[in-house]
């Protein structure tokens, strides 16, 4: 039962450079999240998913694209890196029904932009 | 969006209990929930609130007072492993999603010896 995968654990990126963080969830859950931590802050929404097909902006959405063609995948996208997307990166999921249902989050991807 | 505060840091020794206040601002409130981080792991669950009062579960206890937009996060007989960062996040309808959660910055509770 392998929960929120995420890969890779570790990335170091060169300003410009591009690329694809990955996420899956085998528990059959409708809605993904992405989530970055910065030190000292909370976690801030990137993106999230309530389904295959739909995605929608969080709080911090610039500088990041996702896509949802699966129940199971939702993949976040850097495109340009910049400095100040040096953060770790959290995906999520969560069961649409109870509404005490909790969020499970990947082990992190821990990306630095030098 | 939600302001959600929570102290920055807590020290307490093991065995003793700590108490760790989440205030929040909501137009919707429905539910809040609080997590718990290692240093460089994954946030995990561990209780959640929707109606006032106490939930218990263990060592751990959770408070919610919705009218005072005021929580805690109870921990009894603390052991060294409990060293954390205690995440408080809350659920707001108030624009019509019942899937997102705001996260306060996070109380680093350390305990000692």
């Known amino acids: 039962n392998a929960g929120v995968t995420q890969t890779p654990k570790f990335r170091i990126l060169k300003i410009g450079q591009s690329m694809t963080l990955q996420c899956a969830q085998d528990?059959?859950?409708?809605?993904m999240y992405w989530y970055r931590q910065d030190p000292g802050m909370g976690l801030k929404l990137i993106y999230y998913?309530?389904?295959?097909?739909?995605?929608d902006k969080g709080e911090v959405p610039n500088g990041y694209n996702v896509s949802r063609s699966t129940t199971e995948d939702f993949p976040l996208r850097l495109e340009l890196a910049a400095p100040s997307q040096t953060s770790v990166y959290f995906c999520?999921?969560?069961?649409?029904?109870?509404?005490?249902?909790?969020?499970?989050f990947g082990d992190g991807t821990r990306l630095s932009i030098l | 969006g939600q302001n959600i505060d929570q102290p920055t840091e807590m020290t307490a020794t093991e065995g003793a209990i700590v108490q760790i206040n989440c205030t929040y601002q909501?137009?919707?409130?429905?539910?809040l929930f609080w997590y718990q981080q290692h240093a460089g792991e994954a946030p995990t669950f561990l209780s959640y609130?929707?109606?006032?009062g106490l939930e218990e579960k263990g060592r751990f206890s959770s408070f919610l007072s919705r009218s005072k937009g005021y929580s805690y996060l109870l921990l009894k007989e603390l052991q060294m492993k409990d060293s954390a960062s205690y995440l408080c996040?809350?659920?707001?309808?108030?624009?019509?999603?019942?899937?997102?959660?705001?996260f306060g910055a996070g109380t680093t509770v350390t305990v000692r010896a």
């Open positions: 998913s309530v389904g295959a097909g739909i995605t």
């Open positions: 999520a999921s969560s069961y649409r029904g109870r509404v005490n249902q909790p969020q499970h």
């Open positions: 909501t137009s919707g409130f429905n539910g």
């Open positions: 996040a809350v659920r707001d309808e108030g624009n019509g999603v019942d899937y997102k959660l705001s």
């Open positions: 609130n929707v109606l006032d």
């Open positions: 528990m059959n859950h409708n809605y």
